[in-house]
């Protein structure tokens, strides 16, 4: 069994109805989809996903863009999950974003950056379990 990671299709993405483009890079990089559901955060429940950025500056546009329409959740699999995905999404703003990468062929700016991973194990763990249960994942 890999390391698992959370990742999410964000608004901006899903509104642009390339959902299905980026599920393709996902699976040709070889990660397995262990779950996904498509979710429509509360504004509440956006900030208690990004909990952690409560004192950034962009913390009250972030939670209001992620909670401005439906976003695509998923657990993905694969050796390496959480490191491998920040790669293949690439960096948070899409003007420094790699060629090649999900951000520099679908972010529009660095808030409405399409797709989200977790950074760390404990990241990944708390991200996992705040939207899916043990039972989706066995
Ligand atoms: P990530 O791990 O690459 O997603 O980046 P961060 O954890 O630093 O930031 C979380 C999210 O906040 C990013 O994916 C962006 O959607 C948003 N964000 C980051 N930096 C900025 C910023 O400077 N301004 C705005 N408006 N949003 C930002």
Redesign the pocket.
Known sequence: MGERTLAII?PDAVERRVTGRIIRRIEDAGFTIRAMRRVQLSKREAEGF?A??RE???FA??TS??SSGPAIVMVLEAPDAIRQW?TL?G???PAKADSGTLRKEFAQ?????A???S?APETAAYEIGYFFAGVDLA
């Open positions: 964000k990004y952690v950025h950034r500056p962009f546009s972030l863009f992620m920040r999404m960096a948070t703003d700016s660095i808030e409405r950056n797709t989200h991973g950074d």
